[in-house]
């Protein structure tokens, strides 16, 4: 019996072949033709996948480069800050004035833009560092700004640095 099962599926493997040789050149051509065609959108689809990948990973290259670059001016704004609070005749106020306007003309049109706090609100750790706590004074509520110590900076949803402030505990 099992001979004959042997032989049964030699006759099929035969008949296969056979089958495979009698396809006529066109059939032959057809098959191949479709068979380039089912590798060419496989590979086109890896290719446009790869370059929108690239795309998305050079965008961020740049934005990540555009906030490292800002964040190492931003010194120099808090300079010019200190500068103005200490100046003293109103000819070198205005013209220190007239610098940070630029400068935060500059920063608005790489998309940073200051996060505003003022002394009293509510402190909020998503944008804020404590640096320094002070005890409540007279009608004072604690986990407030007690002072802004250097101003901080978004670009878009991130922050870029932090407001580091004093807060009442």
Request: charge should be negative.
């Amino acid at each position: 019996m099992a001979k004959k099962e042997e032989n049964t599926k030699k006759e099929q493997a035969e008949e296969t072949e056979e089958e495979v040789k009698e396809l006529s050149p066109l059939e032959k051509a057809e098959a191949l033709a479709e068979d380039y065609k089912r590798k060419w959108y496989s590979v086109s689809a890896e290719y446009d996948n790869y370059r929108k990948r690239n795309a998305a990973a050079v965008s961020k290259a740049y934005a990540d480069g555009a906030s490292e670059a800002v964040l190492k001016l931003l010194p120099v704004a808090d300079n010019f800050g200190y500068a103005l609070d200490s100046a003293s005749d109103e000819k070198t106020k205005a013209g220190i004035d007239k610098v940070i306007k630029s400068f935060n003309t500059v920063l608005l049109s790489l998309g940073v833009e200051e996060i505003e706090i003022q002394p009293g609100d509510a402190f909020d750790e998503s944008v804020m560092e404590a640096v320094m706590n002070s005890p409540c004074e007279d009608g004072e509520q604690a986990n407030t700004v007690k002072f802004v110590l250097k101003k901080g900076y978004r670009q878009g949803d991130r922050v870029i640095r932090f407001a580091q402030v004093s807060v009442t505990v």
